[in-house]
């Protein structure tokens, strides 16, 4: 902290008021003056969530190490099937 510079209370930053105004600090944005975000400014930040990741889910899978990752999950998904078949064959015959 330099000099000319005063201590910066606390409790004051806590409560979102600048250290110099009684008036707490309204955020820029889709918020209200209670510093709440709105219902509109919450939707658009889940859609645009939504969006990147079903965006991210195709890239993926139009990439052949995408295309790779997928043929594997599915070659062991139906591993597992099978195993899973043999053994209740066994428990039958057995």
């Known amino acids: 902290m330099s000099a000319d510079q005063e201590p910066v209370d606390a409790e004051i930053v806590e409560e979102g008021r600048a250290p110099d105004s009684p008036l707490p600090v309204v955020p820029p944005g889709d918020y ?5 975000p709105t219902f509109d400014y919450v939707r658009d930040r889940i859609e645009n969530k939504v969006g990147t990741g079903i965006g991210a889910a195709e890239l993926a899978d139009a990439t ?4 790779a990752v997928e043929d594997q999950f599915e070659a062991r998904k139906k591993a ?6 043999e053994i209740r064959r066994s428990m039958r015959n057995g």
Do not use: F, Y
């Not at 052949?64 to 295309?67: A, D, V």
């Not at 597992?80 to 078949?85: A, F, N, Q």
């Open 32 to 36: 209200t003056e209670a510093g709440v």
């Open 64 to 67: 052949p190490e995408g295309k």
């Open 80 to 85: 597992g099937r099978d195993k899973l078949e």
